[in-house]
């Protein structure tokens, strides 16, 4: 299985008096035409997932929704889970559950989320892994065998700079 993790674009600064509730946050124009154009890319680079699994929170689905429209991605499904703060076992449990027999399963959501995570699939440990992960950039990590903790590999992890000059 191969599972992409998509951090969200970029999106505006934090600001309660706009968003008093920051799951409401939007992206920028700048984060959604940088984004549209990465998106590209990864239609270019990599094989569409079966599934495309989003936070809910607005800066997330808006990213999902570029992937379903600009790369060809599947429709995307809100997760609870993938919004912040969920543990990386717990979100692991509720991904496989969700991914059903797809091969190649995307995830969007948000920092420090998806290093995290990305640290417990890799090292069995959400802190033992230091990634740079640029707002817009995607890794791939992929298991052999059943998916667990630990038994992942990198694939490959592209930032939205390469992304966006691949869409070109």
Do not use: N
């Not at 270019?44 to 699994?53: D, H, N, S």
């Not at 889970?81 to 979100?91: K, S």
């Not at 509720?94 to 995830?107: K, Q, S, Y």
């Amino acid at each position: 299985m191969d599972l992409y993790l998509v951090r969200h674009a970029i999106a505006e600064e934090r600001d309660a008096e706009r968003w008093p509730d920051d799951a409401a946050r939007p992206l920028t124009s700048r984060g959604r035409s940088r984004f549209r154009r990465a998106a590209h890319g990864l239609a270019e680079a990599v094989p569409a997932p079966g599934v495309l699994l989003s936070s809910p929170y607005e800066r997330s689905w808006a990213t999902a929704e570029l992937l379903e429209r600009e790369a060809a991605w599947p429709a995307p499904r809100a997760l609870p889970a993938l919004a912040p703060g969920t543990a990386p076992h717990e979100l692991l449990e509720t991904v496989l559950a969700e991914a059903g027999d797809a091969a190649v399963v995307a995830l969007v959501g948000h920092e420090p989320d998806l290093h995290r995570l990305a640290s417990y699939l890799l090292t069995g440990s959400p802190a033992a892994l230091v990634m740079e992960w640029h707002k817009g950039g995607v890794a791939c990590v992929r298991w052999d065998g059943p998916p667990r903790a630990g038994a992942a590999t990198l694939a490959w992890q592209l930032p939205p700079r390469i992304l966006r000059r691949l869409g070109r």
